[in-house]
C-alpha cells in the first residue's frame, strides 16, 4: 500500500510529553492543528501541559503566533496510545532514545494508527532505518526533527 502524502492534516497527536513533545505540541497547536499530546505517565501529562501553555503564551507575545488561547483550547492530554491516535493524521514520535523503546511504540503506533496515517520520529541520533524495522507499512514513516524547539526557562501557568 502506498501511502498518498496530499491527505489533508488537521489532527496531529504528539507521543511522548517529554520536552521536544512538548515543544512540537505547542508549535502544531498554534499551526491550528488539533493537538492530542500523548505519555505513559498521568503525573507527567498535567506539568507538560502546563508547559506547553507557557510555550504558547510566550511564542504569542513574542509575535510567533496569534491566537493563544485558541491554541491552548487545542491541546488535549492522554495517557491512552490508541486514543491519541483514532482520528489522527500524523503522529509526532518523541520518546527517549532507545531503539528497542523506539521499535516498540513503532508497532504499537503502526497497529493502532490509522493506515493513511504519517509516522514521524524527532530521534536526533537513532537511525530511522533501524527503527522501521518494527512496523509493516516504512513508506509513512518520516523522520522530522525539530529545527528550532520554544524554550522557556519557566514558563508561565
Request: hydrophobic share 40%; net charge negative.
Amino acid at each position: 500500500m502506498v501511502v498518498s502524502i496530499y491527505k489533508e492534516v488537521e489532527t496531529i497527536a504528539c507521543v511522548g510529553a517529554g520536552l521536544v513533545g512538548q515543544g512540537w505540541a505547542a508549535i502544531f497547536a498554534l499551526k491550528g492543528f488539533k493537538v492530542i499530546l500523548e505519555d505513559l505517565k498521568p503525573e507527567k501529562l498535567d506539568e507538560a501541559l502546563r508547559r506547553v501553555k507557557g510555550h504558547i503564551r510566550f511564542l504569542v507575545e513574542a509575535g510567533l503566533g496569534e491566537d493563544a488561547e485558541g491554541a491552548i483550547g487545542s491541546v488535549r492530554i492522554t495517557t491512552d496510545l490508541e486514543d491519541a491516535l483514532q482520528g489522527a493524521d500524523y503522529v509526532q514520535e518523541s520518546i527517549y532514545e532507545s531503539y528497542e523503546a523506539k521499535r516498540s511504540i513503532y508497532r504499537e503506533m503502526d497497529e493502532a494508527a490509522p493506515r493513511e496515517c504519517i509516522l514521524a520520529s524527532s530521534t536526533p541520533g537513532l537511525l530511522m532505518t533501524e527503527i522501521q524495522r518494527a512496523v509493516r507499512e516504512v513508506s509513512r514513516e518520516v523522520y522530522r526533527g525539530p529545527s528550532m524547539e520554544p524554550r522557556t526557562p519557566n514558563p508561565p501557568s
